[in-house]
């Protein structure tokens, strides 16, 4: 004990006063050890008493190493070394001389450190999934509640974690904390974690919630159709978005089941012969949670390319000419190919200097730059392919000298 705590002990005996505020403070933990140093104001004292006060008791006498409790002992003959140590061991004790009769202010304090235990986090009201994860709806208000046993009083706080990030729901200095959160939203779909700290030996226990958020999806189901490239096959999409969990799609055509799963975009490639000229293909959803269900549907409309363009074209010989082909009615949008009718299979015409292809939206537009009789004269074959169907139309070029 250094010079002005010596003072300060002092003044509390003559004074009168509980002298606490100026005892040394000595953390121990239960079940542990500690052992209490004795700063008597005589120099060089090896032969001193202890005792605890309120109500005074001597742990241990001036003629023994040990008492007649054996988790009290001497260490280097004056300090006192306490074993197994309880919360009942906590209080101020004192040690002095053997030759002095008064007791001197109890310039120990000992403080023991129990805990966190049992410490218990609930939420509700929510459901429980079969892995442990709670689950709850979209703007439902949910308690929050964490307890533990803890000597002294733990910091009992809630965190909210997703990802990198965090948020601190509250923080108090209890045995018990609780917290409301109201009109829950899905962005509050996480891990919520109840930390509690003992003030004295920094222990540390937490306990973590994953919580889903249930929520119907956010948008209007869509559907769309598509050419996948290859002749006689086309793909259905259906998407139902913004939903947790994802909801259940399928996709039926003429009361027949196409294909169907739990999850939020469902495709299904068919080929064309499957297709019949009947009720359009129809996606149907459905999004549950716990009683509240929510459906919708949408369809698709298919059809088969129609082209349309003229017959009979003329070129006079070195000029150019443009053939012109339009394509209607087809869903999913067609591709449109150029071919010559030359040999078997039709060879495919691809731009280059020779001939010059442009599409604009449904028409498309062949040039054949300075026409010959003997190259360019014949037919040409403009081939529409949407995977629902392929249609062709023929035109023929008559190459003329003027």
């Not at 999934?129 to 533990?148: D, I, V």
């Not at 939203?185 to 030996?201: D, E, F, I, K, R």
């Not at 469902?266 to 549950?288: A, F, I, R």
């Amino acid at each position: 004990m250094g010079p002005l705590a010596e003072l300060l002990l002092l003044l509390c005996v003559l004074y009168g006063g509980s002298c606490e505020d100026s005892a040394i403070i000595v953390p121990g933990e239960e079940g542990g050890q500690a052992v209490l140093p004795c700063n008597t104001m005589a120099v060089n004292a090896t032969s001193v008493t202890w005792f605890m006060v309120n109500p005074r008791v001597e742990v241990l006498s001036c003629d023994k190493e040990g008492s007649s409790n054996p988790k009290y002992s001497r260490l280097n003959g004056s300090s006192l070394l306490i074993l197994d140590l309880r919360l009942q061991d906590e209080g101020f004790y004192g040690c002095k001389v053997c030759s002095e009769m008064a007791d001197p202010p109890a310039h120990i304090q000992l403080k023991i450190a129990s805990g966190p235990h049992n410490i218990t986090f609930q939420i509700s009201p929510t459901n429980i999934l079969p892995n442990g994860t709670h689950y709850t709806s979209r703007g439902s208000q949910l308690n929050f509640s964490c307890s533990s046993y803890s000597s002294p009083e733990p910091t009992n706080t809630i965190a909210f974690h997703v990802g990198n990030q965090s948020e601190l729901f509250d923080s108090q200095n209890t045995s018990m904390l609780n917290f409301s959160l109201t009109n829950v939203a899905p962005n509050y779909q996480g891990n919520y974690t109840c930390t509690v700290v003992n003030p004295l030996s920094k222990k540390t226990r937490d306990y973590t919630i994953p919580l889903l958020v249930y929520h119907p999806p956010a948008y209007a189901m869509g559907c769309s159709v598509n050419y996948t490239g290859v002749p006689s096959q086309f793909s259905l999409t259906c998407y139902w978005l913004g939903g947790y969990p994802a909801p259940q799609l399928q996709w039926e055509n003429d009361g027949k089941i196409l294909s169907n799963g739990t999850l939020d975009t469902l495709l299904v490639t068919l080929n064309s012969s499957e297709y019949t000229d009947k009720p359009k293909p129809t996606c149907k959803g459905q999004h549950t949670i716990t009683n509240e269900i929510k459906v919708d549907t949408c369809n698709v409309h298919l059809g088969y390319p129609n082209l349309q363009s003229h017959a009979l074209r003329t070129c006079i010989k070195g000029e150019n000419v443009t053939l012109s082909c339009s394509v209607f009615g087809a869903n999913p949008p067609a591709v449109i190919t150029w071919l010559r009718n030359v040999s078997n299979p039709n060879v495919e015409v691809r731009s280059g200097a020779k001939y010059q292809i442009v599409q604009i939206g449904n028409d498309s537009f062949l040039t054949i730059v300075n026409c010959s009789k003997e190259e360019d004269e014949g037919n040409y074959i403009c081939k529409s392919e949407n995977g629902v169907a392929t249609k062709e139309i023929y035109i023929w070029l008559d190459v003329t000298s003027k």
